[in-house]
């Protein structure tokens, strides 16, 4: 997995590698890796650089600076460069190296019609007018010139991060910078993967400036196929059933069946030998039954069974199974909580309190709240509370689900999730996730059961992915039985190649993550 660090502590490191460097060597470093790729973009679309026209968008600070040594390289190429300045002055050293190498200023008021002609006549715009440091909205000459960009045709990298982004929340107030391609220099940023952002940073690049022996543990994890690779279980020669583990769901109601066999569904992909589904007599179970003739149905507690290794619960539930969910919580194997078990943790102090005694007898406890029910639970602190925050408070782990959904537990770092995409927004999806994770981790019992609900999301976008590609609007059942057909997939070797993988797609163009 990859580390993400917010802006303290990246200016941290860079000022102690500056200090064991020579001067400017860090912008120099990472100008000639922006200048790598903006000739392998600028030839991408041309296929060649002959009369290739970039156009650099600059501010003040040093992310001006980089983008303007990396005009410097463009230039030596042959390539026409032409830089707007957008802020009252230019990083000095690097306008001299930039018009030295036969760069030019665009020189005038900048006004509108300005900015449109050269953002219409470039094959390629580079955005360096603020960086990692800057808050707030972009004003005036900077924010007309990214709409000037924004709207051309021409192929746009972002310099460490597209301007108008947060970097540490992936916040835009106003307008913001709509990147194909952000070059990174140094570390990965929280905010180039954090809604609203994650629209608008396009393939980001990751170059290596020397700052990695500087950096600390990361404030966030990406969650890196490497990884999922290592938890997805496949039967041994020695295996039965039992010794595959036993997951068991509480799910469903009279109101909504279709919960429960969906929850189900995502329980019976996860590697496990057996599901036992909790019979409460509503006539659910024989609905279960019905799709999937391989469950078990059982009335009694299964809580004296020893097989079972884990729980799913709440999928269906109205606001009579508090019971229920007590019950469940009472175990003393990994559970898994969402839908309608969140909102009964909302309102019983009960619930909320045997929560944290089960911290007390070590065991897992997983809370899947979309943003409604995370407001629920968080109650008065409301939009203040943070998830670590809330982990810490319940002794559990937050999969708060969303764009970017994030995994979060009591200490340590936080993952981010890149594999999710839009298609996930859908009636039921969620349960077919606590179905997978709570399988996932009966079957996993000897890995860490962070990295194994981690890779249960991770798995679940990729599911969704897959079922986007089936050209029609996709629904909860399109995800559980891709989420299949991977794993069917996975048979034939794509685990081990997930080993090799050094993209990480989300969506389609957008999004991704690359290596260099």
Known sequence: MRGLYPVEVVREAENALMKRVPDGSLMQRAARAIAVECVRRVRERRGRLVGAHVVLLVGSGNNGGDTLFAGAHLAHRGLSVRAICVASSCHDAGARAFTAAGG?????????????????????????????????????????????????????????????????????????FDADVTVTPGCLKPGLFLVPARSHVGEVRLVDIGLQPELPEPGYWLIDPVDVADV???????DHKYRRGAVAVAAGSRIYPGAAILAVGGSRYSGVGMVRFLDRADGVAEQVVSVYPDVVCDGSDLRSDARVRAWACGPGFTESDASTVQMVLSSDVPVVLDAGALRSLATDTELRSECRRRVERGCTTVITPHSGEFALIAGADGE???SQRLA???????????????????SGPSFIDTAGVPDLACAGSGDVLTGLMAGMLAARPDQDP??????????????????????????????????????????????EGLRGWRRLSVGRARGSICRR
């Open 104 to 176: 030019r200023f665009v020189s005038g008021d900048l006004d509108p019609s300005t900015l449109e002609q050269e953002c219409v006549n470039a094959d390629l715009i580079v955005d360096g007018i603020v960086g990692i440091g800057a808050r707030g909205a972009l004003r005036d000459a900077a924010a007309h010139a990214v709409e000037m960009a924004n709207s051309s045709g021409a192929v746009r990298l972002a310099v460490d991060l597209p301007s108008g982004v947060d970097a540490d929340t992936g916040a835009i107030d106003g307008v913001g």
């Open 450 to 495: 962070l990295v194994v609900v981690t890779a249960a999301v991770w798995l679940h976008g990729v599911a969704a992915q897959r079922a986007g590609r089936r050209q029609r609007p996709v629904v909860a059942t399109d995800v559980r039985d891709c989420l299949a057909e991977w794993l069917a997939a996975d048979r034939g070797g794509d685990v």
């Open 392 to 410: 810490r408070e319940l002794g559990v782990i937050v999969v708060r689900k969303g764009p970017g959904t994030t995994i979060t537990a009591a």
């Open 384 to 386: 203040a509370m943070t």
């Open 232 to 238: 997805v279980k496949k039967p041994k020669d020695n």
